[in-house]
């Protein structure tokens, strides 16, 4: 509390004054009149002395405690700006903990990535040696078999081609382990040779290299399906370039009364076809042409189109060497035969070639020819026949 003595001439100067000085609250504790101090105090004015009192310790309390109060809050501000910074600074540091942490398990993701790739590479090239080893393996056998194995000798007796050999040898490895080599082999051949039920009706053209026995054979077809079958048959020949090929033919129709016609340009073999419309089979033999000579193919095409025949037979000798059957049966390929009649499997002791000549033509075989005897040496073979042939379990004689 302040306390305060006022000496004034009135009472309004001295609530004037208090007011002034203390404040509002100030309050009046005393007043009494007096005479002025001194050497004329005596005599002097009387004035009024006032006591004036105002609540100060309180005030400055409030205020301490609001200054306090004011420090707390400031404090407490601080504290929590401090707490606040405090989180911030762990959340920063969480945070670039937890991106440390992140990009240490990046770090350690493509590491192990990484190593994976590492190992799928090195699985990858165990792999692949492994194949190599396997590879080497496995020529090392075809070596081996090659040069002693018992069924590799065999096959190449029989006269097959080294890339038959090897898809029969490879072939037979995938046979079931109960099967001995001999039922194995004898399964994948049959497995390899198709026949065909041959079409005897309608037009029939045989075609196919020089001196094969194109011309035995339409005689020995038109002597079987006339003579033994008793169809009617219509022979007809393309063949005017070789001296002799007409009478040939001519002959054998002659002996076996059957109509014979001689086609000497395109536009006659309609013609002919047409005249035979009442013949059960009409049999067309063609002029031996070599199949590198790609112009007379193509001429050949020509007369064959007329006959609007879907029986074509390839005929080849199956004495044909291997190396020249490729390029008969590709070269006559695109005359688009749909059969294969081998002929003069009288003149071999081994069969081998039937099997070269069939892969290669890719087509069935429709007759075989075993002899110059017209009609008897043509006949048909079932796949195990053909299969005896080939291993040598039959021959013809
Ligand atoms: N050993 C034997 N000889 C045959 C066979 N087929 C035909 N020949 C003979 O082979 C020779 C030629 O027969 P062709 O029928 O004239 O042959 P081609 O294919 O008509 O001949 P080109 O008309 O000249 O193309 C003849 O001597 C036939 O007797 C057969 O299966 N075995
Ligand atoms: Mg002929």
Redesign the pocket.
């Known amino acids: 509390m302040i306390i305060k003595k006022y000496v004034v001439s009135t009472m309004n100067e001295a609530v004037t004054k208090i007011r002034h000085e203390l404040g509002k609250d100030a309050v009046i504790i005393s007043q009494r009149k007096m005479r002025k101090k001194g050497f004329t105090g005596l005599f002097s004015k009387k004035v009024i002395e006032v006591t004036a009192a105002v609540e100060e310790i309180n005030k400055s309390k409030k205020n301490t405690k609001n200054r306090v109060e004011v420090k707390k809050d400031s404090v407490k501000d601080s504290l929590e700006a401090i707490k606040k910074a405090v989180e911030i600074q762990r959340d920063n540091k969480e945070v670039v903990l937890q991106q440390k942490n992140v990009e240490e398990s990046i770090d350690k993701n493509i590491k192990r990535d990484f190593n994976i790739i590492k190992s799928e590479d090195n699985l990858l090239r165990e792999i692949k040696d492994m194949k190599n080893i396997l590879n080497d393996i496995m020529d090392s056998k075809n070596v081996s078999l090659k040069n002693g194995s018992p069924i590799y000798k065999t096959l190449r007796d029989y006269d097959l081609k080294e890339e038959i050999i090897e898809e029969i040898i490879s072939r037979m490895k995938l046979e079931s382990d109960d099967l001995d080599e001999k039922e194995k082999l004898k399964k994948v051949l049959v497995s390899m040779i198709s026949v065909t039920e041959t079409k005897e009706q309608g037009v029939i053209v045989l075609i ?1 290299p ?8 339409i005689a020995k077809l038109a002597g079987k399906f006339a003579l033994i079958e008793k169809k009617t048959v219509g022979l007809i020949t393309v ?1 005017t370039y ?1 001296i002799g ?1 007409v009478e ?1 033919l001519k002959t054998y129709a002659d002996i076996m009364d059957i109509p014979f016609k001689v086609v000497f340009s395109i536009k006659d073999m309609e013609s002919a076809v047409e005249a035979m419309q009442n013949c059960d089979v009409i049999l067309v033999d063609t ?2 042409r070599s199949s590198k000579n790609k112009m007379q193919i193509s001429e050949l095409r020509a007369f064959i189109d007329k006959t609007h025949s879907e029986n074509l037979h390839l ?1 080849i000798s199956c004495t044909t060497k291997n190396s020249d059957i490729k390029s008969i049966v590709e070269g006559y390929r695109v005359l688009n035969y749909n059969n294969v009649i081998i ?5 071999t002791t081994t069969y081998g070639s039937i099997l070269n000549i069939l892969k290669e033509a890719k087509k069935p075989l429709s007759y075989v ?4 005897n017209v009609p008897d ?1 043509i006949t048909t073979l079932t796949t195990e026949e053909l299969v005896n042939l080939i291993t040598g379990v039959e021959s013809i004689c």
């Open positions: 196919g020089t001196g094969v026995g194109k011309t035995t054979t063949d070789r090929a040939q002029t031996g005929v002929t003069k499997l009288d003149e020819s075993i002899g110059q040496d």
